[in-house]
């Protein structure tokens, strides 16, 4: 393991909030370590950071699976460098009414996006822990604060990672590990939001959907807060978004 390198590890690095995020630490010089279960679906992705002169790599993991996590965690730890920083960055919105919702979906999505979030960073934490220093954002969403007719599984997902950073930050900042919990509320810019909600996607030009380069511009934000101002919970909407 080289320590003077410093390794930001964004689990669930997608073509929107999670790519800006790898791009924006890369551009503060941390290798970038970004992780999907397809690892064709990163190129695109580690060509960027590369382009800009920063250092990335790119995994195929499952977050789900205890033992492909612990391979990733140790893989990065030995052959890169220390996790200074990881971002659990995993979603799963897919909404069902309760009367139609099937025990397989349901456990999917809190598998997704709770039940991997736990692997995760229990298995950064444990290393963080041994250095004495470490960063542990947790990407959230409105449903993680209160649950909305037809998204009863996202909800549940939502609520249950929102408990787990609340307990990890109890426990770990006396530790020096800062644990945070990120509350996006709103459409982002994405290529969903443009084909499937082009009347909400043109509210882009009034500042009305999140951006994800000022999105992580905010992880930065809460990544370089010194231990004395820690943020736990920070809440991200745009200023037209009705709350």
């Given at each position: 393991m080289n320590e003077n390198k410093k390794v930001a590890l964004i689990?669930?690095?997608?073509?929107?909030?999670?790519?800006?995020?790898?791009?924006?630490?890369?551009?503060?010089?941390?290798?970038?370590?970004?992780?999907?279960?397809?690892?064709?679906?990163?190129?695109?992705?580690?060509?960027?950071?590369?382009?800009?002169?920063?250092?990335?790599?790119g995994f195929a993991s499952d977050a789900r699976r205890e033992e492909q996590v612990a391979e990733l965690v140790e893989s990065i730890e030995r052959d890169i460098g220390p996790i200074e920083v990881m971002v659990f960055n995993i979603g799963a919105n897919v909404p069902c009414s309760i009367?139609?919702?099937?025990?397989?979906?349901?456990?999917?999505?809190w598998?997704?996006?709770?039940?991997?979030?736990?692997?995760?960073?229990?298995?950064?934490?444990?290393?963080?822990?041994a250095r004495g220093r470490g960063t542990i954002l947790f990407t959230g969403a409105t449903a993680g604060l209160r649950g909305a007719a037809g998204f009863a599984a996202f909800?549940?997902?939502?609520?249950?990672?929102?408990?787990?950073a609340q307990?990890?930050?109890?426990e770990l900042g006396p530790l020096n590990v800062h644990v945070a919990h990120v509350v996006v509320d709103g459409a982002i810019d994405t290529a969903f939001i443009r084909d499937s909600f082009p009347e909400l996607y043109a509210k882009k030009d009034q500042d009305g959907i999140l951006d994800p380069e000022h999105i992580a511009d905010s992880y930065w934000f809460l990544h370089a807060q010194p231990r004395d101002a820690w943020t736990?919970?920070?809440?991200?909407?745009?200023?037209?978004?009705r709350w």
């Open positions: 689990i669930g690095a997608g073509d929107a909030t999670g790519g800006a995020i790898a791009r924006r630490f890369a551009r503060e010089g941390y290798v970038a370590c970004v992780t999907r279960r397809s690892l064709d679906k990163l190129q695109p992705l580690l060509e960027d950071i590369r382009g800009e002169g920063g250092e990335a790599h009367l139609e919702e099937t025990a397989r979906k349901y456990f999917k999505i598998e997704m996006a709770c039940f991997s979030g736990f692997l995760t960073s229990q298995a950064v934490a444990k290393r963080m822990v909800a549940g997902a939502k609520h249950g990672i929102r408990a787990l307990s990890m930050a109890r736990f919970e920070l809440d991200l909407r745009p200023w037209m978004e």
